[in-house]
């Protein structure tokens, strides 16, 4: 697949070199072609490319918005015509909502006119994105979102970091729910003190994969 990922830190670089590692070609998208704190993971993988932030969405069919909740408002003017894009939102507000709205899909949503938002990899720490294995097991994630065919594109890119599974949460209205977990995974790591290397996994009983 073809992925502009808008947000270059931890979050965003992390995506970036799994997803390379899995063979997608990735556009790592930025208000301006300084490509020099990002030399090394670009001298890491051919794959991982930079362009102005436009010309990143351009070039591709899914968009990973990592970047603060506080440029959403900022982003979404940017990228131009996301209609026919899937957006995956990995955006955590933590009381720093995107006014008027209460989340950042909503947001997006009503900012670039774009209804194909999956929320995704926002209730798990950078150290599980780069890293879901566990000893022998792999951890799981989650997303919420109202296209059932992007959200297979979503799943397979779950699998691709690593994920044993990626748990459909239901639609956008169970938006609120993932961000409602990514507090009590970061209530664990951080509050309670456990630490980031901490991944949540379900058991299920009967039901195939
Ligand atoms: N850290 C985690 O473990 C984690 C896990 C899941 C989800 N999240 C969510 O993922 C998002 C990113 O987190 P992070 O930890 O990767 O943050 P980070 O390391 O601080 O990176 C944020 C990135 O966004 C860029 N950015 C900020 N404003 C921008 C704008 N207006 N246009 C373009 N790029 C902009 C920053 O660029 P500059 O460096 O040039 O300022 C930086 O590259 C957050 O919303 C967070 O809630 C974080």
């Known amino acids: 697949m073809k992925i502009a990922i808008i947000g270059t830190g931890q979050v ?20 301006k072609l300084n490509t020099q704190k ?19 969405v351009i070039e591709s069919n899914i968009i990973v918005m990592a970047m603060p909740p506080e440029s959403v408002k900022e982003i979404s003017e940017l990228v131009g015509e996301i209609r026919d894009k899937v957006v995956i939102d990995t955006i955590n507000s933590i009381m720093n909502y995107p006014e ?22 926002n209730t798990t720490g950078v150290e ?9 097991s792999k951890i799981d994630t989650f997303m919420a979102g109202d296209n059932e065919d992007d959200k297979m594109i979503v799943k397979q890119l ?5 994920f044993e599974e990626c748990y459909d949460c239901g639609g956008f209205d169970k938006i609120p729910l993932l961000e409602s977990m990514a507090l009590f995974w970061m209530n664990l790591a951080f509050m309670q003190g456990y630490g980031p290397d901490i991944g949540l996994k379900v058991l299920q009983r009967g039901f195939p994969r």
């Open 12 to 31: 965003g670089i992390s995506l970036a070199k799994g997803w390379a590692k899995a063979g997608h070609e990735i556009y790592l998208g930025l208000k």
């Open 38 to 56: 990002l030399q090394t993971v670009l001298n890491l993988n051919e794959r991982i490319v930079v362009r102005l932030i436009p010309d990143a």
């Open 128 to 136: 599980n994105l780069s890293n879901p294995l566990y000893d022998n």
């Open 158 to 162: 779950a699998y691709d970091l690593g």
């Open 100 to 121: 008027p709205y209460y989340s950042t899909a909503e947001a997006i949503k009503a900012w670039t006119g774009c209804e194909r938002i999956i929320k995704c990899f």
